[in-house]
């Protein structure tokens, strides 16, 4: 089975830098699209980043174009998202998933796989 394990959160003034780290395991991921998603305490859970591993595709959610970058390294089979630029409105429950699809995907719906989920807590 797909195994993804969430690492990088913590703490970080406002304005700061944070580098999370989505290491997937269990299959091979040349078809899988993998995400980032947030949840915040009292909303609801949102779309932040995704990458094609195939052909390194990109999308992001407008609330961080520009800040963040999500990437991955095939020979890890790690993803990551570099947060630049933080805001206290940044912090949440940041998890990982993924999804057997050569498309980007951005309804956490369409994701079969995911993590259990790192804290990012940024201090104004």
Sequence with gaps: QVQLVESGGGLVQAGGSLRLSCAASGRT??????????QAPGKAREFVAAIRWSGGSTAYADSVKGRFTIS????????YLQ???LKPEDTA??????DRSYSIRYSQFLYDYWGQGTQVTVSS
Excluded: Q
């Design 72 to 79: 991955r390294d095939n020979a890890k089979n790690t993803v």
């Design 29 to 38: 991921f040349s078809s899988y699209v993998m995400g980032w998603f947030r």
């Design 83 to 85: 947060m630049n630029s």
């Design 93 to 98: 429950v940041y998890y990982c998933a993924a």
